[in-house]
């Protein structure tokens, strides 16, 4: 039986150096200011699909990120580990979207893809840090949902019907659930495999229509051009808010009850450290205090 795998992945901002030009001033992330990378959660998603296109064969492995032009990164970065296609969701119309506003243009977009067995996603995104957006995708596109996933164990054929493996407090649950079904993923389920070199080769060249216009916007000519009519597989597809037929009022910041106010950098300072002889009374002291300054509780 072949599965056509949906893995949502998202470019972010590596939010472990945040500097002061990393917000806008209407609230939303300058994402120029900050390196940008594969969402640490979605690695591990993908390689859960890649393992069931190897148990699967025929299966098919489909990259669908949201974000700006250079979010077709992502993409490429997919397919150079094993993904076979991927669509880029791009249009102003997206920008500063919260969660349910995300969730939105991502379950529109399924729709359009039309045919899809298991989408499946990061726990949770390093920079909005909220893990709603897998099962707010669930619910959009009415489907089951296994969150917290760390090992899919089998997808049986007969009964379309998928087994999992998920971290709960204290321990692992197995869970099972039917087809189609959104999973999500936690950074602790096996890491993704590396790049593969021939598919780097393969891919290397591979161009979402925003990057050859800056190409050609900064008066380089597209290098190889001809390869693109070649190789259509290199032409990375964006897809608009009126090539999935969203409804510009659920998108974006209007379709976005949230507004991020501001996000600052914290670093704790050395001094407030303090060695502990680990004594009961000097334990129990410590968690009075840190419940009486609401550091914990
Ligand atoms: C500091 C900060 C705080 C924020 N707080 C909130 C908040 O409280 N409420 C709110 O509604 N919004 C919030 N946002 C906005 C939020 O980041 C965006 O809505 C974002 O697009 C999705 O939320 P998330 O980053 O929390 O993703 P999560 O819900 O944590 O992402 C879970 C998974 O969904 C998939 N996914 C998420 N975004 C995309 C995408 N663009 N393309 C493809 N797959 C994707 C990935 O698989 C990801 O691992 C915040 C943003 C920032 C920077």
Same mark, same amino acid.
């Given at each position: 039986?072949?599965?056509?795998?949906?893995?949502?992945?998202?470019?972010?901002?590596?939010?472990?150096?945040?500097?002061?030009?990393?917000?806008?001033?209407?609230?939303?992330?300058?994402?120029?200011?900050?390196?940008?990378?594969?969402?640490?959660?979605?690695?591990?998603?993908?390689?859960?699909?890649?393992?069931?296109?190897?148990?699967?064969?025929?299966?098919?492995?489909?990259?669908?990120?949201?974000?700006?032009?250079?979010?077709?990164?992502?993409?490429?970065?997919?397919?150079?580990?094993?993904?076979?296609?991927?669509?880029?969701?791009?249009?102003?119309?997206?920008?500063?979207?919260?969660?349910?506003?995300?969730?939105?243009?991502?379950?529109? +977009?399924? &729709?359009? %893809?039309?045919?899809?067995?298991? #989408?499946? !996603? =990061?726990?949770?995104?390093?920079? /909005?840090?909220?893990?709603?957006?897998?099962?707010?995708?669930?619910?959009?596109?009415?489907?089951?949902?296994?969150?917290?996933?760390?090992?899919?164990?089998?997808?049986?054929? +007969?009964? &379309?019907? %998928?087994?999992?493996?998920?971290? #709960?407090? !204290? =321990?692992?649950?197995?869970?099972? /659930?039917?087809?189609?079904?959104?999973?999500?993923?936690?950074?602790?389920?096996?890491?993704?495999?590396?790049?593969?070199?021939?598919?780097?080769?393969?891919?290397?060249?591979?161009?979402?229509?925003?990057?050859?216009?800056?190409?050609?916007?900064? !008066?380089?000519?597209?290098?190889?051009?001809?390869?693109?009519?070649?190789?259509?597989?290199?032409?990375?597809?964006?897809?608009?808010?009126?090539?999935?037929?969203?409804?510009?009022?659920?998108?974006?910041?209007?379709?976005?009850?949230?507004?991020?106010?501001?996000?600052?950098?914290?670093?704790?300072?050395?001094?407030?450290?303090?060695?502990?002889?680990?004594?009961?009374?000097?334990?129990?002291?410590?968690?009075?205090?840190?419940?009486?300054?609401?550091?914990?509780?």
């Amino acid at each position: 039986m072949s599965l056509n795998i949906v893995v949502l992945a998202k470019q972010v901002p590596d939010t472990r150096n945040v500097g002061k030009d990393a917000m806008k001033a209407d609230g939303t992330i300058n994402r120029a200011a900050l390196p940008a990378i594969f969402n640490p959660e979605d690695l591990n998603a993908l390689e859960q699909a890649l393992r069931l296109k190897d148990a699967h064969p025929g299966s098919t492995v489909t990259l669908l990120t949201m974000g700006p032009g250079r979010a077709a990164e992502i993409l490429r970065e997919g397919l150079f580990r094993g993904a076979d296609n991927g669509y880029l969701l791009t249009d102003r119309a997206f920008a500063g979207a919260d969660t349910l506003a995300t969730s939105y243009a991502l379950a529109t +977009a399924i &729709r359009k %893809i039309g045919t899809f067995d298991i #989408i499946i !996603g =990061g726990r949770q995104a390093i920079d /909005g840090d909220t893990a709603q957006v897998g099962p707010q995708v669930a619910e959009k596109l009415g489907l089951t949902q296994i969150t917290y996933t760390e090992e899919i164990v089998k997808v049986d054929e +007969a009964s &379309r019907r %998928i087994v999992a493996k998920r971290h #709960i407090d !204290g =321990g692992v649950e197995t869970v099972e /659930g039917p087809l189609p079904i959104v999973l999500t993923v936690n950074g602790s389920a096996a890491p993704c495999r590396p790049r593969n070199a021939k598919l780097v080769q393969k891919y290397k060249r591979a161009l979402g229509a925003q990057e050859k216009a800056a190409l050609k916007g900064e !008066g380089e000519p597209l290098a190889y051009a001809d390869l693109y009519e070649k190789r259509p597989y290199l032409n990375l597809v964006e897809w608009s808010v009126a090539d999935v037929e969203g409804d510009l009022k659920q998108c974006g910041l209007s379709g976005s009850p949230t507004k991020v106010k501001a996000i600052e950098n914290i670093s704790f300072q050395a001094k407030e450290s303090r060695t502990l002889t680990g004594s009961d009374q000097e334990v129990e002291a410590l968690i009075v205090e840190l419940l009486a300054n609401h550091t914990i509780g």
